[in-house]
């Protein structure tokens, strides 16, 4: 099996984590700059991470998440969100693709024309590309972490608007998710099994 597929088939959504042991600075960038490797329309990068470590924003997080201990027992928490507007953010986002010759100006003046023309003045649009972005970063994520030893899960069961207001978040940043990482304690279930591929693939 190759490491990528021994990655995807032994990741687990953890609900156990080592409270003794936890991420340097260093860690928790790697992990954030293997996750913004995720794919996003027009190379968008429309999304945000807030790291939740310290003993006080993790007990503010906590109640927000409807007491889920993992919050407090990980090593950190990422804050994963989606932004909104992102065919203005996208002329500099895409900038260096052009500097760096994969595209050329007609390419670049397209893309934002097109930008232009399908997020502007259309909410539910952003609000889905801001969700879709920040998924794909956040399954990223997961892998990342999962690749250098260590557990996550995804955790949608969170006040939206409260960890917005409590951590401060702009107009334009949606919190996906949260994805709590760290270290494996002693009571993780393993993979659960998964459907059988011919219950979910058609060919046509």
Known sequence: MSGIAEVIKSRISANSYDTERQLTDLQISDL???ATHAPSAFNLQNWNFIAVRSTDAKARLLPLAY???KVVDSAVTFIVCGTLNPHQTLPAALKPTLEA???DQSIYDMWLGAAQGMYHNNP????DEAIRSG?????TL???AKGQGLVSAPMIGFDQAAVAAAFELNDSEIPVMLITVGYPGSANWPQ?????????????
């Open 32 to 34: 954030i700059d293997l």
């Open 67 to 69: 007491g889920q201990q």
């Open 101 to 103: 010759g994969i595209i």
């Open 124 to 127: 539910q649009l952003q609000r």
């Open 135 to 139: 998924s794909l970063a956040a399954m």
């Open 142 to 144: 997961m892998l990342a």
């Open 192 to 204: 659960k099994p998964r459907k059988a591929v011919s219950e979910v693939l058609r060919f046509v």
